[in-house]
């Protein structure tokens, strides 16, 4: 898999906000499967991908939270969705988050949610993250601890995700997709932390029709 996905996608930088479009994404996933001679089991996870499933699921607080797929119970559509991959160690994430808490403060009530997936991380620790930084919107568990399989952020839909998208750090953590119901076809990705004000402003701009 490793092999592959080096041989598809050559090294370049991500600027901070950047617009993907999903058609693309959804080629160069079809190619990888098809290319990768996985079972049908891991091919339908790779392609869930872009349905978000790592977000998809129960949150820290036994809620199930599903802003992405409506052919999956418990949809529940949202204007704008901030996807996030985080780490509980992740100092990144750590300094990211504040702003995160403020965005969604000002535009909860306008139609943004927030879905952050903890990559990689002991889930009793994120607990006490959540309840540290008092996060109000829903937390999900993703991978495991990276002290019990370092070898594991090789394995995650997120390590394929990312790498698509051109994003070649090492743990890759923190990586925002911004979904808007309005514009379907494109992903707008940030990888690494988002720069508070640019997100201040799309989301002004996109949210000020509804």
């Known amino acids: 898999m490793i092999a592959l996905l080096a041989g ?5 930088e ?9 058609a693309e994404l959804k080629h160069q996933l079809e190619t990888f499967v098809s290319e990768g001679n996985l079972p049908d089991e891991d091919r339908k996870h790779i392609m869930d991908i872009l349905h978000f499933n790592d977000f998809i699921g129960y949150d820290l607080t036994g809620s199930h939270v599903n802003y992405s797929n409506p052919g999956v119970g418990g ?10 991959y985080y780490a509980e160690w992740c100092p990144n994430c750590r300094q990211n988050l504040p702003a ?18 903890f990559m990689y991380s002991d889930e009793d620790r994120v607990r006490d993250y959540v309840r540290e930084n008092e996060i109000p919107f829903p937390v999900l ?4 601890d990276r002290e019990v399989n370092p070898g594991i952020r090789l394995e995650t839909t997120h390590y394929i995700l ?14 925002y997709i911004i979904y808007v119901k309005d514009k379907p076809d494109t992903w707008f990705v940030v990888a690494g932390e988002f720069i508070e004000g640019e997100i201040d ?3 002004a701009d996109h949210l000020s029709t509804h």
Not at 8 to 12: C, E, G, I, N, T
Not at 100 to 117: C, F, H, N, Q, S
């Open 75 to 84: 949809y529940t559509p949202a204007d704008i969705v901030i996807f996030g």
């Open 141 to 144: 568990i993703g991978s495991e």
């Open 8 to 12: 598809l996608f050559a090294s370049d």
């Open 201 to 203: 402003a799309f989301l």
């Open 162 to 175: 990312r790498t698509l998208l051109k994003d070649y750090r090492r743990w890759g953590t923190p990586f």
């Open 100 to 117: 995160a808490l403020r965005l969604y403060e000002k535009y909860d009530d306008k139609g943004l949610e927030i879905v952050l997936t």
């Open 14 to 22: 991500m600027a901070n906000l950047q617009p993907v479009r999903v």
